[in-house]
């Protein structure tokens, strides 16, 4: 099972700030098969990137995700209110398609 | 629109069946995979497996397989997850999803197993 490790746990940030998350898999990620995923209290997942780098449909332009191999960064430009939440990175290249154990990003 | 619909909440005891299922509407049902995940109370997601509605093939995580099965019916477009004997640490919100990367979600299903 390739296990995926974020970090950190917790981000505090304030808005207009620059978030970075990290994923790290204890394997190479098939095709770059690695997408992120945000979740607020509540409500089901919601589908950032997709490919790595790809943003899904609706999604802004401040969210950007990079990386190839083991190394996957989640980048948020400009923090809005909005974007407090937990953070979730997934390898769906191989089975099982594993989670990261999430980043919480909180308000400073 | 796509959707995907799930069924409503339920509370069973230790020891009961239960399937819970995920309709989807809205797209090509057998062209999508539905993957579930599970998320207990206050944890993060995990995913337990996925089944390609065109043919049924079928993965599972090795944490869940052997504990649920997955199945689906694509005459009525709808994906299922069951248990044969529920245990109190199967207490969560499940959630179905479409495809490896998912797109869309279902509200999710909560789970109560009580005694």
């Known amino acids: 099972e390739n296990v995926l490790t974020q970090s950190p746990g917790t981000l505090s940030l304030s808005p207009g700030e620059r978030a970075t998350l990290s994923c790290r898999a204890s394997?190479?990620?098939?095709?770059?098969?690695l997408a992120w995923y945000q979740q607020k209290p509540g409500q089901a997942p919601r589908l950032l990137i997709y490919?790595?780098?790809s943003r899904a449909t609706g999604i802004p332009d401040r969210f950007s995700g990079s990386g190839s191999g083991t190394d996957f960064t989640l980048t948020i430009s400009r923090l809005e209110p909005e974007d407090f939440a937990v953070y979730y990175c997934?390898?769906?290249?191989?089975?099982?398609?594993?989670f990261g154990q999430g980043t919480k990003v909180e308000i400073k | 629109e796509v959707q995907l619909v799930q069924s409503a909440a339920e509370v069973k005891k230790p020891g009961e069946s239960l399937r819970i299922s995920c309709k989807g509407s809205?797209?090509?049902?057998?062209?999508?995979?539905i993957t579930w995940v599970r998320q207990m109370p206050g944890k993060g997601l995990e995913w337990m497996g996925a089944?390609?509605?065109?043919?049924?093939?079928?993965y599972y995580s090795p944490s869940f397989q052997g504990h649920v099965a997955i199945s689906a019916d694509k005459s009525i477009n709808t994906a299922y997850l069951q248990w044969s004997s529920l245990k109190a640490s199967d207490t969560a919100m499940y959630y179905c999803?479409?495809?490896?990367?998912?797109?869309?979600w279902g509200r999710g299903t909560l789970v109560t197993v009580s005694s």
């Open positions: 999803a479409r495809e490896r990367a998912s797109d869309y």
């Open positions: 809205g797209y090509s049902f057998t062209s999508y995979w």
């Open positions: 089944i390609d509605p065109s043919d049924s093939y079928t």
């Open positions: 394997r190479s990620v098939t095709s770059s098969y």
């Open positions: 490919g790595a780098s």
């Open positions: 997934q390898q769906y290249g191989t089975s099982p398609w594993t």
